[in-house]
């Protein structure tokens, strides 16, 4: 069973507001598994998620799924893979 996208982004705290990681999805900003993300896309426990956030791409895995979560248990949901800074022509 997976979720939401856009939930799990703010559940696990990668990003604080529903409203931002939907923003951020819909501008093309986000990849599972290499592929192109949208805020609905489904999130599945062992997704390798690619998250490009201004000037860095940040890639986790999913580790957890949960409906709600205390901050201190936000980041037991994923494991970060990769942070890179990158150029602005990488994902554009």
Do not use: P
């Given at each position: 069973m997976g979720m939401r996208l856009d939930k799990?982004?703010?559940?696990?705290?990668?990003?604080k507001r529903r409203?931002?990681?939907?923003?951020?999805?819909d501008k093309g900003r986000i990849l599972i598994?290499?592929?192109q993300a949208k805020a609905s896309s489904?999130?599945?426990?062992g997704d390798e998620?690619?998250?490009?956030?201004?000037?860095?791409?940040v890639t986790v895995r999913v580790d957890q799924l949960k409906e709600t979560t205390k901050k201190?248990?936000?980041?037991?949901?994923f494991t970060i893979i990769r942070e890179?800074?990158?150029n602005n022509d990488l994902l554009e």
């Open positions: 799990f982004l703010k559940v696990s705290r990668l990003i409203t931002l990681a939907k923003e951020v999805a598994n290499g592929k489904n999130v599945e426990i998620l690619m998250i490009q956030y201004g000037q860095k791409v201190d248990e936000a980041e037991g949901m890179e800074r990158i």
